[in-house]
């Protein structure tokens, strides 16, 4: 499987909001409403867990490049006799993104 996923920073408001969750982690306090609104449900979910997800989106997954796709950019397939060849457009990724992880698993 082949995926591409853009890696982007963390902006204040995460970090804020991080921060107070991290302190109460540390103090065993209960979380603030508005801490409990911003994180849903991974509310429990470690720090690394959080900053991994709000860093990184999905551009484009690949699974086995013949069962299908998921993608959330657009995207052309190039065919040739040698490979498989996706080929996204720059202009197509979003402003925020500041770098491409390109992941490959078998």
Known sequence: MVEVIGVRDHDDRFNKMMAVKVACDSIGAQYPDIIKKYF???IYESAEYL???VETIPLL????MVMGYASTIPYEQVFDDDSDTFEIKLSDIPKDIKALRIRYTY
Request: charged share 60%; aromatic share 10%.
């Open 40 to 42: 849903g449900d991974d």
């Open 51 to 53: 900053r991994d997800k």
């Open 61 to 64: 997954g690949f699974e086995n």
